[in-house]
């Protein structure tokens, strides 16, 4: 027992000494040492500490060839603690203010891999998912030869997939809501921006469906014209999916718009 008590006060005393240790060093103008310091922290994985020391040294640093360095480890001590909004915001900082730096290939992957980490669900704001998507495009015209290009790619997309979900989400609302014209100004403008998406069957469908279901809730003077554009939204579907998962009720809405159309049926 005693020998545990010990062992307790020990830790404890190491303990509260490296704290003092840290607190001392914070409250010091020994720039160097906490240069040095930060890095030592950084390899200890005690990124927070680490993280600390580069933000007190880094104006002191500004404008000399630790520069870059610094700021690069700054922004992985942020990336380590999972804060992806200040690590991209110091990974971009870098690629700004030192164009030619040796770890610019790296923080411009990094600042799209943060934005990427904060891309959220589908139903909810896109905003970093698009940060994400137009950082990894920089990041393939800069470095089309990098290690990380096919993930850089495979990333671009998933998230343009996501967008295109939300865009179909946002329709799906629409639907649930009789807003049909809404429904396929959403559903156009996703598949004319990502037209080799995943999601491609399921939105040229639901134009389809749109349109059909517009047509078949218009007046009377806007009818023809209106189901008019569903057969050739039909014609659009089955001349890419002939065996499509929607066929057969693309054949029915086909059919429906030329029975109102009054023309055969072919």
């Known amino acids: 027992m005693i020998q545990i008590l010990r062992n307790i006060i020990l830790i404890s005393v190491i303990i509260f000494s490296s704290c003092s240790g840290y607190e001392k060093l914070l409250k010091s103008s020994d720039y160097t040492l906490k240069y040095e310091k930060a890095f030592e922290y950084f390899e200890k994985e005690e990124y927070v500490r680490a993280a600390t020391l580069f933000e007190q040294v880094a104006n002191i640093y500004r404008g000399t060839v630790k520069a870059d360095t610094l700021q690069f480890y700054r ?25 030619n730096s040796a770890f610019n290939e790296e923080a411009s992957y990094l600042t799209g891999y943060c934005y990427y980490n904060l891309s959220p669900r589908p139903s909810l704001d896109q905003e970093y998912t698009r940060k994400a998507i137009n950082t990894f495009t920089l990041f393939l015209m800069n470095y089309p030869g990098s290690e990380r290009a096919l993930q850089a790619r495979n ?16 329709a799906k609302l629409y639907f649930d809501l009789g807003y049909y014209k809404a429904a ?58 002939p065996d499509g998962e929607y066929s057969e009720e693309a054949r029915n809405m086909y059919e429906d718009s030329m029975e109102e159309l009054g023309q055969e049926i072919n």
């Open 184 to 241: 396929l100004i959403a559903l156009r403008n996703s598949l004319g921006e990502y037209p080799n998406t995943t999601y491609r069957e399921q939105l040229m469908y639901l134009i389809l469906r749109a349109s059909y279901l517009l047509a078949d809730n218009s007046v009377e003077s806007k009818k023809l014209e209106r189901f008019q554009a569903t057969v050739d939204e039909y014609y659009s579907y089955i001349g890419e999916y």
């Open 155 to 170: 990333i671009v997309h998933e998230l343009q997939d996501k967008i295109v979900e939300k865009s179909y989400l946002n």
């Open 75 to 99: 922004a992985m001590s942020y990336y380590h603690q999972r804060d992806y909004l200040m690590a991209s915001h110091y990974f971009s900082e870098l690629s700004e203010t030192y164009p």
